[in-house]
């Protein structure tokens, strides 16, 4: 019944068919509270060496130790500064570009703690002169809002200060979700020429393309997940019209039935995270330097190992 349900989600969402914050920048206005799909991490699987080590994992194993099967769909918009701002799927939008990603993942959500504080640069100062403050705090009015950075990292690497304390320097430490398991994914990077234009969807973003309201590419990947079949079934045309959306929902079922094979290779894989408050590309990208680091550890809920 789960299977079912998350198929019908995916057929809806490949188609078309809280929390609140005062606003402190144009990013952080528009970002936070959301989905953020991210490219795929290895992990650390508790009970083996670094992602496996080399040790088979079997598909009903693994796939027993994924609660959650879920199709979740994130959006990414480019202002004309190049700003970023992430947000859930929009059923249409102004002329920009977009990137649009749907997710189908069976998965697991586990954490990571790390330390953040914000900085900016107040109008008429000199660049270098940068100012902090604490993520969750208001930007003074005179702050440049296309100045706000983020810096990130762990609990344990945050400067210390004898006179000042962590929070006084800015700092705030936040325990990210983190999303872990297998799938799907379909990407569509678009840049729409109109004033309103459907992109809820991959259908309706192949017929805005075929009469010229957007143009882009789009790219079909799987998460964790490989094998003859796997790759036999991926479609190898990246131009954005009506027929190559359609051939990507196609493939994707496909690819979604051989999941159960035993012939198909999986491996978990950090595939996005829920990104707990507001913020732009430079958060996003200091949260992903730290995964990138050292693989996250990976505690499967059944508590046992799930290499034979």
Same mark, same amino acid.
């Given at each position: 019944?789960?299977?079912?349900?998350?198929?019908?989600?995916?057929?809806?969402?490949?188609?078309?068919?809280?929390?609140? /914050? $005062?606003?402190? @920048?144009?990013?952080?206005?528009?970002? %936070?509270?959301?989905?953020?799909?991210?490219d795929?991490?290895?992990?650390?699987?508790?009970?083996?060496? &670094?992602?496996?080590?080399?040790?088979?994992?079997?598909?009903?194993?693994?796939l027993?130790?994924?609660?959650? #099967?879920?199709?979740?769909?994130?959006?990414? !918009?480019?202002d004309? #500064?190049? =700003?970023?701002?992430?947000?859930?799927?929009?059923?249409s939008?102004?002329?920009?570009?977009?990137k +649009?990603?749907?997710?189908?993942?069976?998965?697991? /959500?586990s =954490?990571?703690?790390?330390?953040?504080?914000?900085?900016?640069?107040?109008?008429?100062?000199?660049?270098?002169?940068?100012? !902090?403050?604490?993520?969750?705090?208001?930007?003074?009015?005179?702050?440049?809002?296309?100045?706000?950075?983020?810096?990130?990292?762990?609990?344990? *690497?945050?400067?210390? #200060?004898?006179?000042? @304390?962590?929070?006084?320097?800015?700092? *705030?430490?936040?325990?990210?979700? &983190?999303? +872990?398991?297998?799938?799907?994914?379909? /990407?569509?990077?678009?840049?729409?020429?109109?004033?309103?234009?459907? +992109?809820?969807?991959?259908?309706?973003?192949?017929?805005?393309?075929?009469?010229?309201?957007?143009?882009?590419?789009?790219?079909? $990947? !799987?998460?964790?997940?490989?094998?003859?079949?796997?790759?036999?079934?991926?479609?190898?045309? @990246?131009?954005? #019209?009506?027929?190559?959306?359609?051939?990507?929902?196609?493939?994707?079922?496909?690819?979604?039935?051989?999941?159960?094979?035993?012939?198909?290779?999986?491996?978990?894989?950090?595939? %996005?995270?829920?990104?707990?408050? %507001?913020?732009?590309?430079?958060?996003?990208?200091?949260?992903? @330097? $730290?995964?990138?680091?050292?693989?996250?550890?990976?505690?499967?809920?059944?508590?046992?190992?799930?290499?034979?």
């Amino acid at each position: 019944m789960k299977l079912f349900f998350a198929t019908v989600m995916l057929g809806v969402l490949l188609c078309g068919c809280a929390f609140s /914050t $005062q606003p402190r @920048s144009i990013a952080e206005k528009q970002s %936070g509270y959301t989905y953020v799909p991210i490219d795929p991490f290895p992990v650390k699987i508790a009970g083996t060496n &670094l992602n496996g080590g080399g040790v088979d994992i079997s598909v009903s194993n693994l796939l027993n130790s994924l609660p959650d #099967n879920a199709v979740r769909i994130g959006t990414e !918009t480019y202002d004309i #500064n190049g =700003n970023v701002s992430y947000g859930p799927a929009r059923a249409s939008a102004s002329a920009g570009h977009y990137k +649009i990603t749907v997710d189908y993942v069976n998965s697991d /959500t586990s =954490n990571i703690k790390l330390a953040i504080r914000k900085t900016f640069v107040l109008a008429g100062a000199d660049s270098s002169a940068r100012k !902090t403050s604490r993520p969750s705090a208001m930007l003074p009015p005179n702050a440049l809002p296309h100045s706000v950075e983020y810096e990130v990292v762990k609990p344990t *690497e945050v400067p210390t #200060n004898s006179d000042f @304390s962590a929070a006084d320097l800015g700092w *705030e430490v936040y325990s990210i979700p &983190l999303y +872990i398991g297998i799938g799907l994914r379909v /990407t569509a990077d678009v840049w729409t020429s109109s004033g309103k234009v459907d +992109i809820g969807g991959l259908g309706p973003i192949g017929a805005a393309a075929e009469v010229n309201q957007l143009r882009g590419s789009m790219v079909v $990947q !799987t998460l964790g997940v490989n094998g003859k079949s796997i790759s036999a079934a991926l479609p190898i045309q @990246s131009e954005l #019209n009506r027929t190559t959306a359609q051939n990507a929902i196609v493939s994707v079922g496909a690819i979604k039935a051989l999941l159960y094979s035993p012939e198909t290779i999986v491996m978990p894989r950090i595939v %996005g995270m829920y990104l707990p408050l %507001g913020g732009d590309k430079s958060l996003v990208n200091g949260i992903i @330097s $730290q995964l990138a680091r050292e693989p996250v550890l990976w505690v499967a809920p059944t508590g046992r190992r799930i290499a034979e």
